[in-house]
């Protein structure tokens, strides 16, 4: 029995024995072939050491490859404590270098850590700092390669780029929205140390940065410095609250130019409160568009056939009572006997009034919707607002009637850009867009490609066409004559829109507006440009931002290479207008009889001579009356 007893015993030890061998087994099988890679991860970081080294972000470039933002290699200050050997000349001669006290400086020198980057006194060093401090050949101190952004035009197109933080990441704009494309990966120099953080002799190991995603945008450089400049004059000139400028292919929904007055620089953005930087105004401000609405009106009525421009007219007493409402004409005692065509010539309340009450607020409300007001269009910005409309169960006859001419409703300016270019381009309601393409930074590759996007097709080829018709009117015989381009077929429509305060409506305090296109018969580009309490002139849209927009088509006929258009509308012109005139071909004729013809001009000469052998500008070229003609003379 005892024997039996101690035979068990040893068979159970051995089963033990057994089981805690093969426990072992599982447990070294385990470790070198699923925990391997994590352990020697682990192994390796105490005494692996990364120095980083920053990646470029990506370039931002316009849609003609002028680059917009890059980048500027500088320096920046790492500590390795450990190496460091006289941490107190060192505290001192940095500290002197970079301005800054002893006690910050040791306080970086003397941190318990592996690797202590020293900010925010370190970063972005210029070359003079960096070469006293690399002088100096401290063990311990490295100087690493940090890449600045560089925002080449400083605060031009600042709203929509955006900035980047000391870090390098995106903050706001673009910047921000595609930061994961444009922030690359960083790179480092690996070495190894013992356990007191000493360097080993050992290999260096070099991981190379990746450069971030490149990005064109829809932006052309040529016609966005010409609304910068515009918006500078604007501010210079009528020291507005704010002024904003939109411009877009009306054919695809490409955003060509976009700025906003107050902006910011991009670089010095710590110097700026957080509602300059974040509010861009062209997509995020909303406003009762005014008389720019009127558009929308007017295209509904004739895709619904309510309205014949050239037959059906309108008298205007300069008012229309609805219900026990007022509603004045901005003419005082009213335009009289019209037809609709000159009723949308003339900018006419009181017709646009008759015009709403035809269609019906059903009719007119699914119209409005369907051009895109009332939601976001989608642009790829942050911060894009929706405005606000009535609801439908609200509107009654007098909301009906202010809706007609644009009062009473709130809209951004991107909405009412990318409606009206549906009302003039055929019909088509496109997604607005400012990025066109991420490219690959070293093959160029293509990764990315935005292109147009209809949302609806809102009217008919037909209807847009009599709307197209009715603008160009507007432009060379109503209230949109200072927007005429002479040898161009002009089309818009003014805005003037009374501010809005606690509910009431403020006195003498306006936004004006103007929305202009060209070709009028076949529009490449449209232009708003609105200006917020504009002071010291009186507060008209076609009066202020009128000759604003004819400046930025006048670029944008240069930029994309318009040409000239015949047969189109000509200006009909009141006594206070500054009149064109034919240059008549003078070359070949006497001096005498050059002068006669050319009585509508100055002249000046050059050479001498009783006959004209040159001219400038030539023959067949229309100029405002008053301008200079050169002679140059000879026998």
Not at 47 to 52: I, T
Not at 293 to 311: H, W
Request: charged share 25%; with cysteine; hydrophobic share 35%.
């Amino acid at each position: 029995m005892f024997y039996k007893t101690i035979h068990a015993r040893i068979k159970i030890i051995i089963i033990g024995c057994i089981i805690l061998l093969a426990l072992i087994i599982i447990r070294v099988f385990f470790i070198q072939l699923i925990e391997y890679k994590d352990l020697n991860k682990l192994a390796n970081d105490l005494w692996n050491r990364n120095l980083p080294i920053e990646a470029d972000r990506g370039l931002i470039y316009d849609r003609n490859g002028v680059v917009l933002a890059d980048n500027v290699t500088t320096t920046s200050l790492v500590f390795v404590p450990n190496q460091i050997k006289d941490k107190a000349a060192v505290s001192t001669a940095l500290s002197e270098i970079l301005n800054v006290s002893y006690d910050e400086m040791y306080k970086h020198v003397a941190k318990k850590t592996s690797i202590e980057r020293v900010h925010p006194e370190g970063r972005r060093l210029n070359y003079e700092i960096s070469d006293k401090i690399n002088s100096l050949n401290f063990d311990g101190v490295y100087l690493l390669k940090e890449a600045k952004r560089n925002y080449v035009y400083d605060d031009y197109l600042s709203h929509v780029v955006g900035f980047v933080g000391i870090d390098n990441q995106g903050l706001s704009g673009l910047e921000l929205q595609y930061d994961k494309y444009l922030k690359g990966e960083n790179g480092s120099i690996k070495y190894y140390s013992d356990a007191k953080g000493q360097r080993l002799k050992m290999a260096e190991i070099y991981e190379e940065p990746q450069s971030g995603i490149n990005m064109m945008l829809t932006i052309d450089h040529n016609i966005q410095a010409s609304v910068e400049r515009e918006l500078d004059n604007i501010e210079a000139k009528y020291n507005p609250d704010s002024a904003l400028a939109i411009v877009m292919d009306p054919n695809n929904g490409e955003i060509l130019a976009m700025s906003s007055r107050p902006n910011f620089s991009p670089s010095n953005y710590q110097d700026y409160t957080i509602e300059e930087i974040n509010r861009n105004l062209p997509i995020w401000s909303t406003y009762e568009p005014g008389s720019t609405f009127k558009i929308i009106t007017i295209s509904s009525s004739l895709q619904e056939g309510t309205v014949d421009l050239d037959k059906d007219t309108f008298y205007d007493p300069g008012y229309v009572r609805v219900e026990n409402a007022r509603i004045r004409c901005w003419k005082a005692g009213g335009h009289g006997a019209q037809t609709f065509l000159q009723v949308v010539e003339n900018s006419c309340n009181p017709g646009f009034v008759e015009l709403g009450r035809r269609l019906g607020k059903e009719r007119l409300y699914k119209y409005i919707h369907n051009f895109g007001f009332g939601k976001k269009t989608g642009i790829d910005l942050n911060g894009e607002g929706s405005g606000i409309l009535f609801s439908l169960d609200k509107v009654g006859p007098v909301e009906l009637a202010t809706t007609s001419f644009g009062q009473g409703v709130s809209v951004t300016p991107i909405q009412q850009v990318t409606a009206v270019a549906a009302a003039i381009n055929g019909g088509y309601l496109y997604q607005p867009y400012i990025v066109k393409r991420l490219l690959e930074p070293e093959t160029n590759t293509v990764v990315q490609e935005n292109n147009k996007k209809m949302v609806r097709q809102v009217i008919d080829e037909t209807t847009s066409m009599k709307v197209r018709y009715a603008l160009e009117s507007v432009v060379s015989n109503g209230t949109g004559r200072t927007a005429y381009i002479e040898g161009y077929r002009v089309g818009g429509k003014t805005g003037t829109a009374q501010k809005v305060n606690n509910g009431r409506y403020m006195v003498g305090n306006y936004i004006v507006s103007f929305i202009g296109f060209l070709p009028a018969d076949d529009p490449e580009v449209l232009v708003y440009v609105a200006v917020d309490y504009p002071k010291g002139v009186t507060q008209y849209g076609g009066t202020v931002a009128g000759p604003i927009v004819k400046s930025i088509m006048n670029d944008a006929i240069n930029a994309l290479d318009i040409k000239r258009r015949e047969n189109g509308s000509e200006m009909r012109y009141n006594w206070y207008d500054k009149k064109y005139y034919m240059v008549p071909d003078v070359v070949g004729l006497e001096k005498v009889e050059a002068i006669k013809q050319l009585k509508n001009f100055q002249i000046e000469y050059s050479g001498s001579g009783k006959k004209i052998l040159e001219q400038s500008p030539s023959g067949g070229t229309k100029i405002i009356e008053g301008e200079k003609v050169r002679l140059y003379l000879g026998d």
